[in-house]
């Protein structure tokens, strides 16, 4: 069935260096991965997006990777800063519908 | 452009009563989505709605649960009675297009049950 697994369900770095946070999908048939960052408190923000026609996007400090074959795709954060300090949440779309089903969501610290 | 407005805020409840909870998508986004964020956990899906119509409510306790978008703008959810287990942020959000596509998030509504 449906399902997007996400890991870790915390994590913290110190900053400057390099956070990693990855998510697993079971519809082989999805096509669109997006990332997004909910601070305390705040509403989720998409950070950065990718489709499956491509296996790696880069914005700045973010970027995205996807391994269709193996049916992951993570999150690469570089230089972490303390404002990136918040919650994680990969999606994946559901084929046949329209809906997402959003990952646990990894809760990141950045230690000054 | 404006964002997705949710109201209230905050709203505090005891158990049996009702809620309701209104959503004003962004300009010319037909599809909009209700979902359920229980404190550390991702979004839930509740219901979504192409223009008035609804394309998914699979995971709406529709015992308890009503949403309606009738003029396929403005939409409202509702909880009669609620639960202890209701307590959660209710999430709004919109999009131009169903699918793949990104998500528009309101500010939420904090609901606690008590």
């Known amino acids: 069935g449906e399902n997007v697994e996400q890991h870790p369900s915390t994590l913290s770095v110190q900053e400057g260096d390099s956070a990693v946070i990855k998510c697993t999908y079971s519809?082989?048939?999805?096509?669109?991965f997006p990332w997004y960052k909910q601070e305390l408190g705040k509403r989720p923000q998409l950070i950065i997006d990718?489709?499956?026609?491509?296996g790696e996007k880069k914005d700045q400090r973010i970027a995205v990777t996807l391994n269709k074959t193996a049916k992951h795709f993570s999150l690469h954060i570089t230089e972490t800063q303390p404002e990136d300090s918040a919650v994680y949440f990969c999606?994946?779309?559901?084929?046949?519908?329209?809906?997402?089903?959003f990952g646990t969501g990894t809760r990141l610290k950045v230690l000054a | 452009e404006a964002g997705v407005a949710q109201s209230p805020r905050y709203k505090i409840i005891e158990k049996r009563q009702s809620v309701a909870f209104w959503c004003n998508p962004i300009?010319?986004?037909?599809?909009l989505y209700w979902y359920q964020q229980i404190l550390g956990q991702g979004p839930k899906l509740l219901i979504q709605?192409?223009?008035?119509?609804?394309?998914?409510d699979s995971q709406l306790p529709k015992d308890r649960f009503s949403a309606e978008r009738l003029k396929g703008v403005d939409s409202t959810l509702k909880i009669q009675p609620a639960k202890l287990e209701d307590s959660a942020v209710y999430l709004c959000?919109?999009?131009?297009?169903?699918?793949?596509?990104?998500?528009?998030f309101g500010s939420g509504t904090q609901l606690s049950v008590l």
């Open positions: 519809d082989s048939a999805s096509n669109y």
């Open positions: 990718i489709r499956s026609n491509v």
């Open positions: 709605f192409q223009n008035n119509g609804v394309v998914d």
């Open positions: 999606a994946a779309p559901v084929s046949g519908t329209y809906k997402y089903i």
């Open positions: 300009s010319g986004h037909a599809t």
């Open positions: 959000a919109s999009s131009f297009r169903p699918g793949a596509e990104k998500l528009f």
